[in-house]
């Protein structure tokens, strides 16, 4: 294993993700499996995220930038051509990795084909960075995800400026039929699940998801209206509560509780992990 | 020389639409107009068309890339000599008329005005349909402006549209009109023309994607304005989200041609027969094309200015 094919690409796209970005990189310097490489895509970022992205020292890190947003399905992609390693793992800019995530999944990965997904449980973990439970889904937590480099090749994320939000849904949408994953019932990550009333991703995300339903219903009309109208009853019922009363629709119905000592350990290790420091360049006077 | 009025035209795979948009610009009795002809990413052979155009009326430019048609229009805007633009879609018609009726009629009006017009609305194989009108009712600052102009009829002066641009927020990639309308409708008069100067392409059946596209912009644009505990946000809301319902609902059974028709206006013999006529004759308009062995070598594009290719 040579620095020039680690066995992990990390492919993690950013568009201003303020704070929450070095906790994200910090992560990815405390996993305890060391031969990976990171690539940084950005996405048009105008939060000094770039610089962030740039000032770091280390050989293993490339960085991205064409001062456009694409979005980051296009960001993936992008970073998938770029990647030399075996496997390659997603993360998002705002969550952070535990930090046996690459070592559970290459154990898992090496003794599969090529043609299989590694997805994991996440801790759900709110603005603040406390964390307040744990998920498994619904689906797919796409920042979870790692495959071998193959396999991200010859399915690519939608590029269409539709699934600008809810671009991973599409894709495991898509390649539903034919996937084969393995699921990892451990947490891999630290996911963000804010709180704050975001109304126009929800709807952003309804829009593509809905989009994604009538792509891929096959012709099945009942199937496609039942989700259509779920969808749309939801979307309807969020903006309406929100309207009315601000904080009726943060209920959060995925994210389950936890015991309070996992919850502890979890708690610490997050600490250490925004601990791990990252070699930056040092200005020079 | 200065030209009267700068068409801006962005066009992804207009396919044989193409063909008739353009005559309709050579037939235009106004003839000192300059065209701006923004390729969107096509991959057609519609790029390779529009350059092989020769007519110093004519710029052609492309980057290879799509952005839709906010950051085109933008894009055309800033390129644009005359004092006036008219707007145009690469599958639109145009009246042999209309830039000299919106010429003179911006020319009269001693304001800034945005003008528009009704306009024929013509099926895929250029049949007629009907009459479409712009929405007649609506008041400044109003949700309701969204609808006040049928787009690819709109002509404005060229210092409002820099001063008023598209967003190029994503979320309107399909509702950027609408979004402008509003925001401008409060400080800007809105004319319509009772002539129509256009031929309006409508599709025989709802495109989802497309509808499902502006549907996430108006939604959104809804919710900048009027999320509040009110009776009226609660209505317009409860309408937009039943009409992607409707929708969808109408192209899953394969009926949503009713709710396009819905959309047209009958109009009488001697009306139908005088917009057959006006197709027929632009249909016989000649486009300045090379001869045919001189085709495959590609016309002059242009490469965006550097300061027009914004993120």
């Known amino acids: 294993m040579s620095a020039s ?50 000032s770091i020292q280390d050989s293993r890190v490339r960085v991205f930038s064409d001062g456009i947003r694409r979005g980051s399905g296009a960001r993936r992609n992008q970073g998938v051509r770029e990647s030399r390693g075996r496997y390659v793992a997603l993360l998002d800019a ?68 539709a699934f600008l939000r809810a671009q991973d849904f599409e894709l495991w949408t898509r390649t539903a039929s034919f996937l084969r994953i393995i699921h990892i019932d451990a947490p891999l990550i630290y996911y963000r699940c804010t709180s704050e009333a975001d109304l126009e991703s929800y709807t952003m995300s309804s829009f593509a998801m809905m989009r994604v339903y009538t792509m891929y219903s096959y012709g099945r009309r009942w199937r496609l209206l039942s989700r259509v109208t779920a969808q749309l009853v939801k979307l309807w019922l969020v903006n309406l509560s929100s309207a009315f009363s601000p904080a009726a629709w943060r209920i959060d119905p995925h994210t389950k509780p936890v015991r309070a000592g996992k919850l502890r350990s979890a708690a610490l290790s ?12 040092v200005p020079s006077d | ?15 044989r639409y193409f063909d008739l948009a353009l005559r309709s610009i050579f037939a235009q009795t106004l003839e000192n107009w300059e065209l701006i002809l923004i390729d969107d990413g096509s991959d057609d052979g519609s790029l390779r068309f529009a350059q092989s ?26 390129l644009a000599n005359a004092p006036y633009i008219a707007l145009m879609d690469a599958d639109d018609i145009m009246h042999p008329r209309r830039l000299e009726t919106q010429f003179v009629e911006l020319e009269r009006q001693r304001r800034a005005v945005v003008l528009g017009s009704t306009a024929f609305s013509i099926d895929e194989d250029n049949n007629l349909l009907g009459l479409r009108r712009p929405r007649a009712r609506w008041r400044p600052g109003n949700y309701e402006c969204r609808s006040a102009f049928l787009n690819p009829t709109v002509a404005a002066p060229t210092s409002w549209f820099r001063a008023n641009p598209y967003s190029e927020d994503p979320v309107f990639y399909r509702s950027e009109d609408a979004e402008l309308w509003c925001r ?25 994607a497309n509808y499902l596209g502006s549907s996430m912009g108006l939604c959104v644009l809804l919710q900048r304005k009027y999320a509040k505990p009110h009776y009226h946000f609660v209505k317009l809301w409860s309408v937009e989200i039943a009409k992607v319902w409707i929708a969808i609902t109408a192209e899953a059974f394969g ?19 005088e917009a057959l006529r006006i197709l027929s004759q632009i249909h016989h308009v000649e486009l300045p094309l090379p001869s045919s062995e001189a085709i495959s070598t590609s016309g002059p594009s242009q490469h965006l200015p550097p300061e027009i290719v914004r993120p």
């Open chain 2, 255 to 273: 009926v949503s041609d009713i709710l396009v028709k819905r959309r047209s206006q009958p109009i009488g013999p001697a009306a139908r027969a």
């Open chain 2, 53 to 78: 155009l020769r007519d110093p009326r004519v710029r052609v430019f492309s980057d290879g890339i799509c952005r839709r048609l906010h950051v085109r229009r933008n894009q055309g805007i800033a």
């Open chain 1, 94 to 161: 705002d969550d952070a990795m535990t930090p046996t995530r690459l070592q559970l999944q290459y154990e898992v990965l090496r003794g599969c084909g090529a043609d299989t997904v590694v997805a994991g449980d996440a801790y759900a973990i709110d603005a603040e960075s406390t964390v307040r439970g744990m998920r498994a889904g619904p689906g797919i937590i796409n920042p979870t995800v790692a495959a071998s480099r193959e396999w991200f090749v010859k399915n690519p994320y939608s590029e269409d400026i």
């Open chain 2, 1 to 15: 020389m200065v030209p009267d009025v700068t068409i801006v035209m962005s066009f992804k795979d207009p396919g």
């Open chain 2, 184 to 208: 401008t409708s409060r400080d800007t008069d809105f004319v319509n023309l009772e002539d129509p100067l256009m031929f309006y392409r409508e599709q025989r059946r709802i495109n989802l």
């Open chain 1, 270 to 281: 997050l600490t250490q992990i925004a601990d791990t420091p990252f070699p930056v360049a």
């Open chain 1, 5 to 54: 094919s680690p066995t992990f690409s990390i492919v993690l796209p950013f568009r201003n993700p303020g704070a929450y970005f070095s906790l994200a990189l910090r992560s990815v310097f405390a996993q305890t499996f060391e031969d990976w490489e990171l690539l940084l895509l950005d996405d048009g970022s105008t939060d000094g995220s770039l610089e962030t992205a740039r």
